[in-house]
């Protein structure tokens, strides 16, 4: 007898149910320590919580704790700023924050009841190396582009040339270079800059 052939399932969320003893002090600890925010609460008296971190939901049912080697994994824009969010929040972290050799940069910690909740974004600096020569490029930027392209190089943890050459790849694949928690950054330096042009600005500029 064959197997059935599967269908084409399309699925756009995942939902985790964790029971906890005390649904309350569950809540706090995940909106107050680990930025989770309240989604709803289900039952008279409550006994049934949804909490979200940015898209992502999960459930907390109060019950017997059964936490076991299992994990939920939350993929992140910048693990590295909520790690550091969550350390000054006096979290339990049980793995610090390391880049993985499968490609991705991430830490663990355990909440209340010693469930593992480990978050991470990707990292692409692992995979077979890539020979290439560099030359240097004679390259004048407009001054408030280039103070905020020095800034967001020491963000990345790259140098100035590595970041342009990230931001030309992805642009010549017409794929965004850069993670919504990267473009929110970049906003903050827009003002520190004081950039008030926009994407198009450059077709304007008149050197001084």
């Not at 198009?200 to 001084?208: C, I």
Request: proline content about 4%.
């Amino acid at each position: 007898m064959t197997n059935p052939t599967p269908p084409v399932v399309e699925c756009e969320k995942m939902h985790v149910t964790l029971p906890v003893s005390n649904l309350a002090a569950a809540i706090e600890f995940y909106v107050t320590k680990l930025g989770f925010r309240l989604g709803f609460l289900w039952g008279e008296p409550a006994f049934f919580a949804g909490i979200t971190l940015g898209a992502v939901e999960i459930f907390l049912k109060e019950d017997t704790p059964a936490p076991n080697a299992g994990a939920v994994v939350f993929m992140v824009g910048d693990a590295d700023a909520l790690y550091e969010f969550h350390r000054a929040n006096g979290v339990e972290v049980e793995e610090e924050i390391d880049d993985r050799e499968y490609g991705i940069r991430d830490y663990a910690v355990k909440d209340l009841h010693g469930y593992r909740l480990v978050f991470g974004h990707h990292s692409y600096s692992f995979g077979p190396k890539i020979k290439i020569e560099r030359v240097d490029v004679l390259v004048r930027l407009e001054k408030r582009l280039a103070g905020l392209l020095q800034d967001l190089a020491e963000h990345k943890r790259m140098t100035v040339g590595s970041c342009l050459e990230e931001i030309l790849l992805h642009t010549n694949e017409g794929v965004e270079p850069h993670t919504k928690s990267t473009l929110r950054y970049i906003e903050e330096l827009k003002k520190k800059h004081g950039i008030d042009y926009d994407s198009h600005g450059s077709y304007r500029f008149v050197e001084e």
